[in-house]
């Protein structure tokens, strides 16, 4: 079963802009990831937020962590036509080691 | 450093036929990891190896799905017989260590892709 919900589905934005998705999770976890897939490629790690962080920068990408919501949200900032993949959560378990990953959000962004 | 190794990256079979994917991880590694990811969905575990002992296959289809780590190292992912809803792409990851509930960064291969008609 997947834990991770992501939301939207699917965003579509011009280049420039900022892209915005959230994921929710059921269980008490130890950390967050988020990583990228490109059509037809391997996934790549972006970026993790611990349990007892709130918010985490690298680069174009921030990170935000609620754990009271069970929530997290993944900002990309001036976006580029080659930020253009789908965008998965991942949940690793305080009390186990398996990674989860949620559906996804497939963003686009037009140029 | 060379990336996470699978071959092939496409394959086309016949349902009940069986089939079989191979992956080697980044030098090194520790942790391997197998997931089947369907169409539309996030990637999901079907085993996870710490060298060639098995950690977790909880969601391993054990009754036509099989898989080993040969000396630690490469590892083989079968599928016998195949059946139509394995359709998907299967991923191979790898990770530096394993430690309990800690951070460890997985990197993946490009993935098999398998389509059962």
């Known amino acids: 079963s997947q834990q991770g919900e992501e939301d939207p589905q699917a965003l579509s934005i011009q280049e420039g802009e900022n892209a915005t998705m959230n994921c929710s999770y059921k269980?008490?976890?130890?950390?967050l990831q988020w990583y990228r897939q490109n059509s037809g490629r391997g996934l790549v790690h972006l970026i993790l937020i611990r349990s007892n962080e709130r918010e985490k920068h690298s680069g174009r990408l921030r990170v935000t962590l609620d754990t009271s919501k069970k929530s997290s949200s993944l900002l990309i900032t001036a976006s580029r036509a080659a930020d253009t993949a789908s965008y998965f959560c991942a949940t690793r378990s305080s009390y186990g080691n398996k990674l989860v990953f949620g559906a996804g959000t497939i963003l686009r962004v037009k140029s | 450093e060379a990336g996470v190794a699978q071959s092939p990256r496409y394959k086309i079979i016949e349902k009940r036929q069986s089939v079989a994917f191979w992956c080697n991880p980044i030098?090194?590694?520790?942790?391997l990891y197998w997931y089947q990811q369907i169409l539309g969905q996030g990637p999901k575990l079907l085993i996870q190896?710490?060298?060639?002992?098995?950690?977790?296959d909880s969601q391993l289809p054990k009754d036509r799905f099989s898989a080993e780590r040969l000396k630690g190292v490469d590892s083989t992912l079968k599928i016998q017989p195949a059946k139509l809803e394995d359709s998907a792409v299967y991923l191979c990851a790898s990770s530096s260590f394993f430690s309990g509930p800690s951070y460890n960064e997985q990197f993946f291969g490009p993935g098999t892709r398998l389509t059962v008609l």
């Open positions: 269980t008490s976890i130890n950390n």
């Open positions: 190896f710490q060298n060639n002992g098995v950690v977790d």
């Open positions: 030098s090194g590694h520790a942790t």
